[in-house]
Each structure stands twice: as structure tokens, then as C-alpha cells.
């Protein structure tokens, strides 16, 4: 089992920059793809990001693919989200996400065995 802990989550003004950070431990993650989901009041989660951790290859949402870039740290167990031009329809609680599954059906229907707690992303108008 994987425990994820995300930090970063803030109030921030329209068009600022967030750099979400979520720390894995608990096991090694060289099979695993990470990743990030979010939910917005009233809506379901939905995907974000992924991204593969042994090699690195990336997967974003078309909402967040021009704006967002995920990354990991190899060395720190870490992985990133960089949220540029941030806009109030992005205001939501952020997960991690980690499973030893590939990016496919499960990553985008979120099927996948580990979460974190979550860090709330407001951003004002």
C-alpha cells in the first residue's frame, strides 16, 4: 500500500501559479503511475494528470493540458503539479492518486487503490 500526502493547496487570485506536492511512501514505486484528480463543489472527481513513474510519460486532460504540467522527484518520493493561469472554474479539492495499473480506464475513471487527503485549490476572481 502507498500512502500519499499532498501539501500546496491555497487561496490565490486569478491567473496566479500553484505547485501542488504530493510525498509517497510505503513502498517502492517503480511499477506505479501517479497522478492527480480533482473535485469541484457539486461535481464529481475528474481527472487531471498522470504520470508514469518509472519512465516518466505524461497524461493530461484536455482541461489541463495547456496549463498544468505534472513531474516527479525521483530522489524525494515527490510528485508535482504546476498549475499556471489559474482561473476560478479550477477552485476544487486536489488528490493524488498512485496504482501499479498504466494509464487507461481505471486512471480515467478512477478506479485506483491509492488516495490522498486531499488539498483545497480556491482561486478568487
Known amino acids: 500500500q502507498v500512502q500519499l500526502v499532498e501539501s500546496g493547496g491555497r487561496l490565490v487570485q486569478a491567473g496566479g501559479s500553484l505547485r501542488l506536492s504530493c510525498a509517497a511512501s510505503?513502498?517502492?514505486?517503480?511499477?506505479?503511475?501517479m497522478g492527480w484528480f480533482r473535485q469541484a463543489p457539486g461535481k464529481e472527481r475528474e481527472f487531471v494528470a498522470a504520470i508514469n513513474w518509472s519512465s516518466g510519460n505524461t497524461y493530461y486532460a484536455n482541461s489541463a493540458k495547456v496549463r498544468f504540467t505534472i513531474s516527479r522527484d525521483k530522489a524525494e518520493n515527490t510528485v508535482y503539479l504546476q498549475m499556471n493561469s489559474l482561473k476560478p472554474e479550477d477552485t476544487a479539492v486536489y488528490y493524488c492518486?498512485?496504482?501499479?495499473?498504466?494509464?487507461?480506464?481505471?486512471?480515467?475513471?478512477?478506479?485506483?487503490?491509492?488516495w490522498g487527503q486531499g488539498t483545497q485549490v480556491t482561486v478568487s476572481s
Open positions: 510505503g513502498r517502492t514505486f517503480s511499477s506505479y503511475t
Open positions: 492518486a498512485a496504482d501499479s495499473a498504466f494509464y487507461g480506464s481505471r486512471w480515467r475513471s478512477g478506479d485506483l487503490r491509492s
